[in-house]
């Protein structure tokens, strides 16, 4: 651990790109962090809405929604998604009805975020102020953004088990229904060669002080977001240093489909593979710097060698005061190498 005469201050404008579960998980330690050591940063969010779907008629963004609620302390805990204190009435009334899809996990006070997101829309708002607006409720602590406010699907071509036919597959099916157990050969962002960064994310990006790439899934969460037109460029082009932390410990994810999707993509399944697909800084890539679990410490050399400063330090988020640590030992390795 860095004495407190190493530790860089933290930077003042701190802008994280965030997928789901992961990326809540690791805004809980960045907010620890900034609070233990009484810094005045600002954390602004740049969320993925690749996983955005459509169900019964109303606009789910499961990625937006579980950071709003993790941070706002309205999360299921143990779920990772969702409310606490959670029911389920409306989805079995729907399935009472034979209405499908049945396989998706609509909570009745999830429901209510839906309606109102979707009123909201309806009206003629963007889902950037759609999401400012639920955020009023729910004081996230930090500015919660949108990659972009067009639709932008995340769909996988898998090979479906029931007749062996391969067909397109939204996101939510593929990990849901099929819990990424089917066969999967592409994925595919639906809409993203049409979309548009918002005016405020490519100022998140510009004006930041420092960029985090939690551990979120470097192709479904991470990917999405750099699949938008512009804001790899401006990832590049900003003054900020970028540090990732990777999602991968000794060759497989932590939670979720990364292992299945990386292998989609040809990547390889490790600290390392996911560091060469972000790329270095100085080589045309994203990272100056990046984290890697104490697991894997024989990686450092090649991922150096890749062009990217790189450390192995414990990276289980087993609480917000061991995510904070590895925040810090991000910041450190950033300030160290910008
Ligand atoms: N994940 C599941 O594994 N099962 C579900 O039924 C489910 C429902 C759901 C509803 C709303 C929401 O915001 C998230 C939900 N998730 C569910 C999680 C979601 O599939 C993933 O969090 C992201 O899409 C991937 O990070």
Same mark, same amino acid.
């Given at each position: 651990?860095?004495?407190?005469?190493?530790? %860089?201050?933290?930077?003042?404008?701190?802008?994280?790109?965030?997928?789901?579960?992961?990326?809540?998980?690791?805004?809980?330690?960045?907010?620890?962090?900034?609070?233990?050591?009484?810094?005045?940063?600002?954390?602004?969010?740049?969320?993925?809405?690749?996983?955005?779907? $459509?169900?019964?008629?109303?606009?789910?963004?499961?990625?937006?929604?579980?950071?709003? &609620?993790?941070?706002?302390?309205?999360?299921?805990?143990?779920?990772? $998604?969702?409310?606490?204190?959670?029911?389920?009435?409306?989805?079995?009334?729907?399935?009472? &009805?034979?209405?499908?899809?049945?396989?998706?996990?609509?909570?009745?006070?999830?429901?209510?975020?839906?309606?109102?997101?979707?009123?909201?829309?309806? +009206?003629? &708002?963007?889902?950037?102020?759609?999401?400012?607006?639920?955020?009023?409720?729910?004081?996230?602590?930090?500015?919660?953004?949108?990659?972009?406010?067009?639709?932008?699907?995340?769909?996988?071509?898998?090979?479906?088990?029931?007749?062996?036919?391969?067909?397109? %597959?939204?996101?939510?099916?593929?990990?849901?229904?099929?819990? +990424?157990?089917?066969?999967?050969? +592409?994925?595919?962002?639906?809409?993203?060669?049409? +979309?548009?960064?918002?005016?405020?994310?490519?100022?998140?990006?510009?004006?930041?002080?420092?960029?985090?790439?939690?551990?979120?899934?470097?192709?479904?969460?991470?990917?999405?977001?750099?699949?938008?037109?512009?804001?790899?460029?401006?990832?590049?082009?900003?003054?900020?240093?970028?540090?990732?932390?990777?999602?991968?410990?000794?060759?497989?994810?932590?939670?979720?489909?990364?292992?299945?999707?990386?292998?989609?993509?040809?990547?390889?399944?490790?600290?390392?593979?996911?560091?060469?697909?972000?790329?270095?800084?100085?080589?045309?890539?994203?990272?100056?710097? $990046?984290?890697?679990?104490?697991?894997?410490?024989?990686?450092?050399?090649?991922?150096?060698?890749?062009?990217?400063?790189?450390?192995?330090?414990?990276? $289980?988020?087993?609480?917000?005061?061991?995510?904070?640590?590895?925040?810090?030992?991000?910041?450190?390795?950033?300030?160290?190498?910008?």
């Amino acid at each position: 651990m860095a004495r407190m005469s190493e530790r %860089a201050i933290l930077p003042q404008r701190i802008t994280v790109l965030s997928g789901g579960v992961g990326g809540a998980r690791f805004l809980q330690g960045l907010q620890r962090l900034i609070q233990r050591t009484t810094a005045t940063s600002q954390i602004t969010v740049i969320a993925n809405t690749g996983d955005d779907i $459509w169900m019964h008629g109303l606009k789910v963004c499961p990625d937006l929604d579980t950071v709003m &609620y993790t941070l706002g302390d309205g999360i299921d805990t143990d779920r990772g $998604w969702g409310r606490k204190g959670e029911t389920w009435h409306a989805k079995e009334e729907l399935a009472a &009805y034979g209405v499908q899809p049945d396989w998706f996990g609509l909570g009745d006070r999830d429901l209510a975020t839906h309606l109102v997101r979707t009123q909201m829309l309806d +009206a003629g &708002y963007s889902l950037t102020d759609v999401t400012h607006a639920l955020c009023r409720r729910w004081q996230p602590g930090v500015k919660l953004l949108p990659m972009t406010d067009d639709r932008v699907e995340t769909h996988v071509v898998i090979t479906d088990p029931d007749d062996g036919q391969d067909k397109a %597959a939204h996101f939510q099916e593929y990990w849901i229904k099929h819990q +990424a157990k089917v066969p999967a050969k +592409a994925v595919v962002m639906i809409g993203a060669d049409q +979309a548009k960064p918002t005016q405020s994310v490519l100022e998140a990006i510009s004006e930041a002080d420092l960029i985090l790439l939690p551990p979120s899934n470097p192709v479904v969460s991470v990917g999405a977001i750099l699949a938008v037109p512009g804001i790899r460029d401006a990832l590049l082009a900003t003054k900020a240093p970028v540090a990732g932390i990777s999602g991968i410990i000794n060759g497989d994810h932590v939670r979720g489909m990364a292992k299945q999707l990386l292998e989609v993509i040809s990547v390889e399944c490790s600290a390392a593979g996911v560091a060469e697909l972000y790329g270095a800084r100085s080589r045309g890539g994203l990272l100056d710097a $990046w984290l890697i679990d104490s697991s894997d410490s024989a990686a450092v050399n090649r991922i150096s060698d890749a062009g990217i400063a790189c450390q192995a330090v414990p990276l $289980w988020m087993t609480d917000p005061d061991a995510t904070a640590d590895m925040c810090q030992a991000a910041i450190d390795l950033a300030h160290r190498n910008a």
